[in-house]
Nanobody, 123 residues
Framework: VQLQASGGGLVQAGDSLRLDCAASGGTFSSYAVGWFRQAPGKEREFVAGISRKYMLRQYADSVRGRSTISRDFARNTVYLQMSALKPEDTAVYYC?????????????????WGQGTLVTVSS
């Protein structure tokens, strides 16, 4: 499966942004999907994820309450809606798929990565 992340950009603190992860070339409905991010000089970290079957959602503490992950099976797309953005949210955001259907929280659980989309939050 190929993943295409989009929606990044330059925003101001307090703004909202929606990131899209569009899938092609596979049975996307079979996969759990996660969003990860990597800030400059830091390791890549889990942000949010959604399972395959029951649409179970998980969030990192840093974004919980400010972010919502959702998926549209008809469009083979997963969305990450982020609000009240902070400068510390600045990072390259990656979407990723796990073929067991369980939300991936660490990189070793990922089967497919998309390219990143840069989010820059100015203060």
């Amino acid at each position: 499966v190929q993943l295409q992340a989009s929606g990044g950009g330059l925003v101001q603190a307090g703004d909202s942004l929606r990131l899209d992860c569009a899938a092609s070339g596979g049975t996307f409905s079979s996969y759990a999907v996660g969003w990860f991010r990597q800030a400059p000089g830091k390791e890549r970290e889990f942000v949010a994820g959604i399972s395959r079957k029951y649409m179970l959602r998980q969030y990192a503490d840093s974004v919980r309450g400010r972010s919502t992950i959702s998926r549209d099976f008809a469009r083979n797309t997963v969305y990450l809606q982020m609000s009240a953005l902070k400068p510390e949210d600045t990072a390259v955001y990656y979407c990723a798929a796990e073929d067991g259907g369980v939300v991936p929280r660490v990189e070793k659980e990922i089967d497919y990565w998309g390219q990143g989309t840069l989010v820059t939050v100015s203060s």
